[in-house]
Structures are given as C-alpha cells and as structure tokens.
C-alpha cells in the first residue's frame, strides 16, 4: 500500500541555518503531496502542498518540490527561525474519494537562538 | 482557508465515564470526516472515516462499540469514547473533507483519563 518515510528526528538547528527534512513515498498512482506543521498542544496546519510531479509547494519561507523521479518531496528553508520550532509531518492523499491522508512519522524541528 | 472548530481542546474524565467530542466544519460542507489519535511522539493514527448518514468505518484495531462516531450532518461529527480508561488517554484529532484532495484538521482534544 502507499506509504510515506520522513527523517527521523529530532534535528537541532540554530537560528538562520538551512534546513532540509527528507520525505520519500510510494504510491500507486499519481498522488498529491503535503507538509502539515503542528505547534505544541495544536492540530496541524497545512504548510505547503504539491499536485502534480515537477510542482513547488511554498509558504513562509519553505518550500518542497514534488519529484517524481526520486518519489520525493523534500521539505527546505534557507534560514530558519524560532518560531519553526514544531513538529513536521509529510504526507500524502491518493486522490481517491473518501480516503485519509497517509502520513510519515513526523520530524521535530528544535531552533534554538 | 477553510475553518474547522473541534471541542472540547482538552478534557480530563474519571476512569468509567464517557466523553464526547465535536467537530465542526464552519464554512464548507463535509462529505467525509476521519478521526485521527496521536500519542506523544508518535504520528497520527486513523481511527476510522465515515461519510454524512452513514455508518462509520474503523480501522483494524479500533473498538467500534468503544469509540462511537455520529456524522448526522455535513458540518458536525461527533466522536464519543465510551467508558474510557486510563489508556484512551490520548491526542484526538478531526479531520473533515470536501471533494477535492485537501484535508482540514481540528485544533484537536487532549483527554486525559483519571
């Protein structure tokens, strides 16, 4: 069945460095992908998304770019900052009428100042 | 984007009683509503899906008779645990859907059994 596979955390960061959490899938199919972010204590929140193979997903600074190729969708941010500290999750929807969203494991991001 | 309100945000029940939970999809109409758990650390789990007026379906593992889901209408599903245990204790996390691939979550319910 589709699946998703995130880095595993947790990854320490300090304020203004590059960061990069990786995401493989496999699915049947052409999925969309997706990173949702989730503060402490919070639900998620849709950070950015992608389509279709060779699309660029971007919101606030990060960005993913769905490629086929590789089954990836790699999440990027050239400078990071406190407030991302957060719990990342990738994931993915078949397109399917009625089916859930597969995610990875979730990957926590810690930026210290 | 699309507003989802989920109620109550965190609630605390003695061992044997039962809790619902709401959640509401204030500016579209749902026609399909997953029920998510998460514990500590750990990445969201379904629970089961159910589409307005019908029967939920649960995933393997989960206690259809224990975890009650009402999705009366397309803006209101309601999840009740019943006779809950320490061990229910966990993250619960809505999550309605429209037609198109996007999905939406609920601020989510911390229960927490005593």
């Known amino acids: 069945g589709d699946s998703v596979t995130q880095m595993e955390g947790p990854v320490t960061l300090s304020e203004e460095a590059f960061l990069t959490i990786n995401c493989t899938y496999t699915?049947?199919?052409?999925?969309?992908l997706f990173w949702y972010v989730q503060y402490p204590g919070e639900g998620l929140q849709l950070l950015l998304k992608?389509?279709?193979?060779?699309d660029k997903g971007s919101n606030k600074g990060f960005e993913a770019t769905y490629r086929k190729e590789t089954t990836s969708f790699h999440l990027e941010k050239g400078s990071v900052q406190v407030s991302d500290s957060a719990v990342y999750f990738c994931?993915?929807?078949?397109?399917?009428?009625?089916?859930?969203?597969?995610f990875g494991k979730g990957t926590t991001l810690s930026v210290s100042s | 984007g699309a507003v989802v309100s989920q109620h109550p945000s965190w609630v605390i029940c003695k061992s044997g009683t039962s809790v619902k939970i709401e959640c509401r999809s204030l500016?579209?109409?749902?026609?399909?509503m997953f029920w998510y758990r998460q514990f500590p650390k750990q990445s969201l789990m379904l629970m089961a899906t159910?589409?307005?007026?019908?029967?939920?379906?649960?995933e393997q593992g989960v206690e259809k008779d224990k975890f009650l889901i009402n999705h009366a209408s397309l803006t209101l599903s309601t999840l009740t645990v019943t006779s809950a245990h320490p061990e229910d204790s966990s993250f619960y996390i809505c999550s309605p859907k429209a037609g198109g691939t996007e999905a939406f979550f609920g601020q989510g319910t911390r229960l927490t059994v005593v």
């Open positions: 159910s589409n307005e007026g019908s029967k939920a379906t649960y």
């Open positions: 994931a993915l929807s078949s397109n399917q009428a009625g089916t859930a969203l597969i």
């Open positions: 699915a049947t199919g052409y999925p969309s």
């Open positions: 992608a389509t279709k193979a060779d």
């Open positions: 500016d579209f109409q749902a026609t399909t």
